[in-house]
């Protein structure tokens, strides 16, 4: 039997955490892919959040179906929801999991995850289920964040603060925060030999650095990140008053610039 997850989801559910999710489009967060999609595909979205990104897809392989799955309940009747806003039919959602799919080999034409195998405890194992369910001659699709990598301007004291314990946090929590450089090197564990590797940015400046450093802030103090932060000796709730406070000042600078990069992968079944 495949191991199942023994990670834990650093970031969780907090409203704070969704805001951001739900910004999210196959137009900002999964570009890398788009060409591969077309009418009639056959789709697994592994790790789908609220599911816009799911939905994006969804209406872009119409009649062809979709079907969703993430760890919880409660994140999946959220995306249930914006598909059916959106009047989409041809999407399923499941709870899932991306070490063991509970799909027969080769039941898909894409296999995408966006910002998933940062959060998972193996996530060659995930790559290596993803490629089992993925049909010869289809994609696999992983795009992840590098938190080592992100970059900001101008230097406000406490925002160094953020990034060391984040990192640390992540890793206590059995994930890898600086997925996006090691993509490639999990891609080829996995098995895959025919990897076309690329980077996308998100970049945080002008009218939406508010949005960000505010978010960030929230998150800081009050989400399930913060919780494991001090539940697991890794901050006291001062330090996280402090580094939100960080996160504020940057955002009140109005030359303040974000950079997150992204390692992204299209790996052929």
Same mark, same amino acid.
């Given at each position: 039997?495949?191991?199942?997850?023994?990670?834990?989801?650093? *970031?969780?559910? *907090?409203?704070?955490?969704?805001?951001?999710?739900?910004?999210?489009?196959?137009?900002?967060? @999964?570009?890398? /892919?788009?060409?591969?999609?077309?009418?009639?595909?056959?789709? /697994?979205?592994?790790?789908?959040?609220?599911?816009?990104?799911?939905?994006?897809?969804?209406?872009?392989?119409?009649?062809?179906?979709?079907?969703?799955?993430?760890?919880? %309940?409660?994140?999946?009747? #959220?995306?249930? @929801?914006?598909?059916?806003?959106?009047?989409?039919?041809?999407?399923?959602?499941?709870?899932?999991?991306?070490?063991? /799919?509970?799909? &027969?080999?080769?039941?898909?034409?894409?296999?995408?995850?966006?910002?998933?195998?940062?959060?998972?405890?193996? &996530?060659? #194992?995930?790559? %290596?289920?993803? $490629? $089992?369910?993925?049909? &010869?001659?289809?994609?696999?699709?992983?795009?992840?964040?590098?938190?080592?990598?992100?970059?900001? =301007? &101008?230097?406000?004291?406490?925002?160094?603060?953020?990034?060391?314990?984040?990192?640390?946090?992540?890793?206590?929590?059995?994930?890898?925060?600086?997925?996006?450089? %090691?993509? /490639?090197?999990?891609?080829?564990?996995?098995?895959?030999?025919?990897?076309?590797?690329?980077?996308?940015?998100?970049?945080?400046?002008?009218?939406?650095?508010?949005?960000?450093?505010?978010?960030?802030?929230?998150?800081?103090?009050?989400?399930?990140?913060?919780? @494991? @932060?001090?539940?697991?000796?890794?901050?006291?709730?001062?330090?996280?008053?402090?580094?939100?406070?960080?996160?504020?000042?940057?955002?009140?600078?109005?030359?303040?610039? =974000?950079?997150?990069?992204?390692?992204?992968?299209?790996?052929?079944?």
């Amino acid at each position: 039997m495949p191991p199942r997850e023994t990670a834990v989801y650093t *970031h969780g559910h *907090h409203e704070s955490v969704l805001r951001s999710h739900r910004w999210r489009t196959a137009a900002n967060s @999964a570009a890398y /892919l788009l060409d591969e999609l077309r009418p009639d595909l056959r789709v /697994l979205d592994v790790g789908c959040g609220p599911g816009t990104i799911t939905a994006d897809i969804a209406a872009l392989v119409a009649p062809g179906r979709v079907t969703a799955i993430d760890t919880g %309940r409660d994140i999946l009747g #959220q995306a249930a @929801a914006v598909a059916e806003e959106r009047g989409l039919e041809n999407v399923e959602f499941a709870v899932g999991d991306a070490h063991a /799919l509970d799909f &027969p080999d080769d039941s898909f034409d894409v296999v995408h995850a966006h910002q998933v195998l940062q959060h998972v405890g193996d &996530p060659v #194992q995930a790559l %290596r289920e993803m $490629r $089992r369910v993925c049909r &010869p001659g289809g994609v696999v699709a992983a795009r992840d964040s590098d938190y080592a990598a992100m970059a900001w =301007f &101008p230097e406000v004291p406490g925002m160094d603060d953020w990034q060391d314990l984040y990192r640390r946090v992540a890793r206590a929590n059995g994930g890898e925060p600086d997925a996006g450089r %090691r993509l /490639l090197s999990w891609a080829r564990q996995a098995g895959f030999t025919d990897i076309t590797p690329s980077a996308g940015t998100w970049c945080y400046a002008a009218g939406d650095r508010a949005w960000w450093s505010g978010l960030w802030a929230e998150r800081t103090t009050a989400s399930a990140y913060a919780g @494991a @932060a001090v539940g697991g000796g890794h901050a006291s709730a001062g330090q996280l008053t402090a580094i939100a406070d960080a996160w504020r000042a940057w955002g009140e600078e109005p030359d303040a610039w =974000f950079l997150v990069p992204h390692g992204e992968l299209l790996c052929r079944a």
